[in-house]
T-cell receptor, first 114, second 115 residues
Framework: AQSVTQPDIHITVSEGASLELRCNYS??????LFWYVQSPGQGLQLLLKYFSGDTLVQGIKGFEAEFKRSQSSFNLRKPSVHWSDAAEYFC????????????FGQGTTLQVKP | KAGVTQTPRYLIKTRGQQVTLSCSPI?????VSWYQQTPGQGLQFLFE???????NKGNFPGRFSGRQFSNSRSEMNVSTLELGDSALYLC??????????????FGPGTRLLVL
């Protein structure tokens, strides 16, 4: 069965510190992986996606993610967190053509300490 | 281009009533998907429409239905509301070209509270 696991429900980091949010997936075919961010009361904004090619993907707002097929992981990283990064982050997997269906992880809430 | 818009943004209903939510996709997008977001179940896929046809459906009861119009706008309907239907309902649109890994663009959602 297709699934996405985000092991960390809640993470707190200090402003300026580095960040890594974990994502593991289970998918039978070639996965297409996404990271979205959701601020309170808002919809989801795409940060980045992995489609093919280079396994290190650059996104918006200084985020990057690395696809590791051997570990079935797609972890999100940022070298220096800003207070405005506080939000909920969702990893998602989609794959086949002719459908836009995404399977989401449970999300990780990021709190940033001043 | 304007983003995905959803109306209304907030809605309060009572058990047993029905509700209709509306979604206008990004101009030119032909595919619309709906998701339900709750604290307990997270983000769950409801259904997807492309060219006025349901292309995919999630594991929800028949009380949840939807449709898509010729201008790609979509509506979802929930009949006989239950307390557990209280959620944020998100609509997403994509170009619908059939490309692999097509990006979904999300609207701000409709917050439904069932009393």
């Amino acid at each position: 069965a297709q699934s996405v696991t985000q092991p960390d429900i809640h993470i707190t980091v200090s402003e300026g510190a580095s960040l890594e949010l974990r994502c593991n997936y289970s998918y039978g075919a070639t996965p297409y992986l996404f990271w979205y961010v959701q601020s309170p009361g808002q919809g989801l904004q795409l940060l980045l996606k992995y489609f093919s090619g280079d396994t290190l993907v650059q996104g918006i707002k200084g985020f990057e993610a690395e696809f590791k097929r051997s570990q079935s992981s797609f972890n999100l990283r940022k070298p220096s967190v800003h207070w405005s990064d506080a939000a909920e982050y969702f990893c998602a997997v989609g794959g086949s053509s002719n459908t836009g269906k995404l399977i989401f992880g449970q999300g990780t809430t990021l709190q940033v300490k001043p | 281009k304007a983003g995905v818009t959803q109306t209304p943004r907030y809605l309060i209903k009572t058990r047993g009533q029905q509700v209709t939510l509306s979604c206008s996709p990004i101009s030119g997008h032909r595919s619309v998907s709906w998701y339900q977001q709750t604290p307990g179940q997270g983000l769950q896929f409801l259904f997807e429409y492309f060219s006025e046809t349901q292309r995919n459906k999630g594991n929800f009861p028949g009380r949840f239905s939807g449709r898509q119009f010729s201008n790609s706008r979509s509506e979802m309907n929930v009949s006989t509301l239950e307390l557990g239907d209280s959620a944020l309902y998100l609509c997403a649109s994509s170009p619908g070209t059939g490309s692999l890994g097509e990006t979904q663009y999300f609207g701000p959602g409709t917050r439904l509270l069932v009393l």
